[in-house]
């Protein structure tokens, strides 16, 4: 219905009853409260295509000249206040939601939009004043008070939600006034406000999983102009000039006193240890303060950082101004409805936004804001023309000093916000979420603010007790298990029914996915390095566990990068999956000793099932974009073909045209962001290749003779590759004639027969994965022992392996026994959501032996299914098999080893059937009278699944219950 033709009548008449204006005094009316109340029902019940209601507040001055002085004056009304934020919060609800843009609009629908849009930046510049933002912070500090220990109240806790959401709203609105600061000066304002202490405690409190999905979208409106990498720069900044300053006052202060001990030796003689009038150093505690609302910079003392440089991090940028419009195509998300919890950062994420890797600090600037200068109108006589324009001069550098200034104390403020944060918010956010962590983790918002803050752990006040939550063995499990998940999904919607924008959301979540485990793996390897309380010890071994005795993650990680395509997926997420596979080799190459015995065996068979030229191909397309790179990044790439060249001895897998052409270009470059170890190995490289074109003299290079006259030192196998800091390293001279010789080379590339650098990275030259169709032989005829002898002949034994290995894991996790060991995530979580677990093709020879015939059919007997005939990108192993039948196919692969086992079994090789029963059922045993045989025993008549919430489809309950109840009469008839 029409506001028009509703009782009230007018909205004049409804501001009316509101109240009124008194020498400069918000009168409120007695029916203040009642006409708030059928406004806003009005508001939430309008209609949802013309908005009739919503354009007329518009274009009157309810909002200025009712609402926000209600607000103002209803300071101590619980109730008029929260009628009024809950109006408010209704009125600024995001423009996509409430009025989305349409195709084939007429400019009087765009005149509509505009209006409405112009309310929303109205309410925008109001809640820039310092008196509302202290209004609302005050109410949520009032409300936490009031709750104390005691459950919170149904309308405390709706008021701080709708607190939460209206600030989330206005930060999201967009400035109509081009270069407007209002969202900065918002953002200050809450800070001064405490708003940083009223987050920490809202999320230490037992209700805080209400509002968690909205304040980490506060969070993500707060920082998205911001960098963490800049952030702890500043911190550390501060921290180093603080210990600066404590460092020369003692000084000042042992000068002084030595002073004043030289001269009162003569007079009083020798003095005592110790009482000499030396002052301890002082202890660096954090503060807080309750009224920050007359501070401009809160007076937060952190510990001095230490000398050890931590490595260079990478956030998203989800700025409205894409900086690098190819990286990731905006697109429309899901649908939103009013008055839900939806995440106007998520709707930014999918109308325009950017989710794009933020760079390092070697290729990234300091965000500056646009301050457009008030100048005014008039003309400029001869005369006083030069003092005019240098007094509209000074004025627009006036103010521009004063916007660089502003800028500078807001990021001192969030950078402060953000270590709190760190070492108090994220893992309350983490345990808020535990119930459910799997629907936690897949909100985009929540893994944008894990990513953006877990980068301050590095800062030494931050501990390892403060982010364990956050770096777990079950968040990294969960992490893993989405991986795949988001991965497939994004996959399959670039098949042949791909809709349009469908696969830039799955992408922009898959790459969040990736740059959270990359943070997780970069501090668990960073505090590896780090001496440990042995509390702290304890969690952490708990954490790297599951890494070291686990392989999906390690076989994750290269299967991605082996699959990633240029077209459609962006250099950042590729840095992400360079460097978090760099960090996970590294964690576990220090922590495997712990947790394995063979560590560096398992090492070596990784390195050398996962290394092709697709791989390779991969690396060699980031170093590409050296100059760009951090490096971290770089040096990742380096470690890798380090793994290449001396552990594995397969340097000719790197004599490769492209390889070369970039190393060419890092010797030409001035000061390439590559450390002296990585020059060193590129020309051990080198070295090789012409040693290898020496030894074929028919094929032979005068180039080679040119290069090979000076020997290069090989790298000793074994030795650790140093981590090399993100700091600044300075640039390696290289010798001209090294680059004509390489230059002279790849011109000559046509002249080049029988080497390795004849075909690209790209080409495969492996004859072993070639897909094979044999016509001749009938496999349909073969039972599963054939099948498997003839996939063995083929070399495919580390394949059949794999399979068995999954069917025992799968039968370890849908055992009812103790869980003694760590499961591999995959499985784990694919059972726990009754899904069919995927046989993912980690290797190419993996994805060789899924394309045989023999192979197929071998599935086909053993009751898996079929990739196309599940429409999915593997084959799967059945969500609905039992543990008895999957450790049955496990055995008819082949002999089980026992000693490998995560569960135990009998002599005759059978599962233990107290592992079989489920908890809490009741067996019919017989009586006394009639007693049962062995053969007659009642079964249970569950299904046999574990513990942790498997259920069986409503039809096979059915069916059991049947079973149960004709054998129930059947004994009943005998008796």
């Known amino acids: 219905m029409e506001w028009l033709i509703m009782p009230s009548n007018s909205l004049r008449v409804t501001a009316s009853k509101m109240g009124y204006m008194k020498d400069e005094a918000y009168i409120i009316g007695d029916e203040c409260q009642a006409a708030l109340e059928e406004l806003l029902h009005n508001l939430q019940h309008e209609d949802t295509v013309s908005r009739s209601l919503r354009r007329e507040i518009a274009s009157s001055t309810l909002v200025e000249c009712d609402l926000f002085p209600i607000l103002n004056a209803a300071v101590n009304d619980a109730s008029i206040s929260y009628l009024v934020i809950q109006v408010l919060s209704n009125l600024t609800l995001p423009m996509a939601v409430i009025m989305p843009v349409k195709h084939q609009m007429t ?27 202290n209004i609302l912070v005050n109410h949520i500090k009032n409300n936490i008070k009031k709750a104390g220990k005691v459950t919170m109240q149904k309308t405390n806790l709706g008021m701080i939600l709708e607190i939460i959401a209206f600030i989330r709203n206005v930060l999201h609105a967009d400035d109509i006034r081009p270069g407007s600061t209002n969202g900065d000066t918002i953002i200050s304002n809450l800070l001064d406000a405490g708003f940083d202490d009223a987050v920490v405690d809202l999320l230490a409190m037992d209700e805080g999983a209400v509002w968690v999905p909205n304040l980490t979208q506060v969070l993500g409106l707060m920082f998205r102009s911001q960098k963490s990498s800049e952030l702890l720069q500043l911190l550390n900044t501060e921290s180093d000039n603080k210990a600066d300053k404590e460092d020369n006052k003692s000084t000042l202060q042992s000068d002084g006193s030595d002073k004043k001990e030289a001269t009162d030796k003569d007079e009083e003689g020798p003095k005592l240890p110790g009482v000499n009038g030396y002052e301890d150093d002082p202890v660096m505690e954090d503060k807080t303060y309750e009224n920050k609302s007359q501070q401009n910079v809160p007076k937060i003392q952190v510990e001095p950082s230490s000398d050890e440089a931590g490595d260079n991090y990478r956030e998203l940028d989800l700025s409205s101004e894409a900086s690098d419009p190819k990286s990731v195509s905006s697109e429309s998300g899901s649908v939103l409805s009013e008055g839900s919890s939806i995440s106007p950062l998520c709707e930014a994420l999918q109308n325009g936004a950017q989710v794009i890797a933020s760079d390092n600090s070697s290729r990234s600037t300091t965000p500056t804001n646009d301050i457009n200068d008030n100048s005014s109108t008039g003309s400029c006589s001869m005369g006083s023309g030069s003092s005019s324009c240098s007094s509209m001069g000074s004025g627009s550098t006036s103010s521009t000093i004063d916007g660089e200034r502003a800028a500078r104390e807001l990021r001192d403020k969030l950078s402060q916000f953000a270590l709190k944060f760190a070492r108090k918010g994220l893992d309350r956010c983490i345990l808020l979420c535990q119930v459910d962590l799997l629907k936690g983790l897949e909100d985009m918002c929540f893994l944008w603010v894990q990513n953006f803050f877990l980068p301050f752990a590095d800062h030494p006040s931050v501990t390892y007790a403060d982010i364990r939550h956050t770096v777990s063995s079950a968040v990294l499990s969960n992490l893993t298990y989405l991986a795949c998940q988001s991965w497939q999904q994004f996959k399959m919607s670039m098949g042949k029914d791909r809709k349009k924008g469908q696969s830039n959301s799955k992408f922009k ?127 990742a790439v380096f470690t890798f073909f380090y793994h290449i060249v001396i552990d594995l001895d397969a340097a000719e897998q790197l004599f490769k045209l492209p390889i070369f052409n970039n190393f060419a270009n890092i010797w030409e470059a001035e000061s390439p962001p590559v450390s002296q170890e990585s020059l060193d190995l590129m020309d051990y490289i080198m070295f090789k290749y012409t040693e290898l074109a020496m030894e074929n003299p028919e094929d032979g290079l005068d180039i080679a003779k040119d290069t090979a006259g000076s020997s290069r030192k090989k790298p000793q196998k074994g030795k650790k590759r140093k981590l090399v800091q993100v700091e600044s390293d300075e640039g390696t001279s290289v010798k001209k004639s090294k680059v004509a010789i390489l230059n002279k080379m790849l011109q000559t590339k046509e002249e080049i027969r029988g080497l390795y650098c004849v075909g690209s990275c790209t080409e495969s030259s492996d004859d072993d994965f070639v897909i094979e169709t044999d016509t001749t032989n009938n496999y349909t005829t073969k039972n599963i022992q054939e099948c498997v002898e003839d996939l063995e002949c083929r070399g495919y034994h580390s394949q059949i392996l794999g399979l068995k290995s999954l069917l025992l894991e799968i039968t370890y996790v849908k055992l009812n026994c103790p869980k003694t060991y760590p499961a591999e995530p995959i499985v784990w979580q694919y059972s726990a959501d009754q899904k069919s677990i995927p046989l993912f093709a980690f290797t190419l020879k993996d994805k060789a032996v899924q394309s045989l015939k023999v192979f197929k059919i071998l599935l086909q007997k053993m009751g898996l299914h079929q990739a196309i005939d599940s429409s999915h990108l593997f084959p799967s192993v059945p969500a609905f098999m039992t543990p008895e039948m999957t450790f049955a196919l496990a055995k008819s692969l082949g002999p089980v080893d026992i000693a490998t086992l995560k569960f135990d079994i009998t002599e005759d090789m059978e599962l233990l059937p107290d592992h079989l029963v489920y908890p809490g059922l009741t067996q019919y045993k017989g009586t006394d009278d009639n007693p049962l045989s062995e053969d007659d025993l009642f079964q249970p008549i569950a299904p046999l699944r574990p513990t942790h919430g498997l259920r069986a489809p409503g039809g096979m309950w059915m069916g059991l219950i049947k079973e149960a109840n004709s054998k129930m009469s059947t004994l009943a008839k005998d008796n």
């Open 509 to 635: 979540k898959l790459y969040l996915i990736m740059a959270v485990l990359r943070q997780i793996l970069s501090q668990l390897r960073r505090y590896s390095e780090k001496t440990l309380s042995e509390e702290e010890q304890k969690w952490f071994l708990a954490a790297t566990e599951t890494l070291c005795c686990t392989t999906n993650l390690r076989q994750l990680y290269p299967m991605l990068i082996r699959l990633f395509e240029p077209r459609n997926e962006t250099v950042q997420y590729l840095r992400e999956l360079v460097h978090g596979n760099s960090e996970l080799l590294q964690l576990f190459n220090n922590t495997h000793n712990k947790h394995i015995e063979n560590g560096k065996e398992v090492m070596l068979q990784h390195f050398t099932d996962f290394v092709d030229n697709e791989v390779i191909s991969t690396y060699n397309h980031l170093l590409s974009s050296f100059s760009q790179n951090t490096i971290a990044e770089n040096e």
């Open 107 to 133: 400019p009087q629908d765009w005149a509509k939009r505009r209006g409405v849009q112009h309310m929303e930046s109205a309410i925008k510049s109001l809640c820039a004043d310092a008196q509302i933002t």
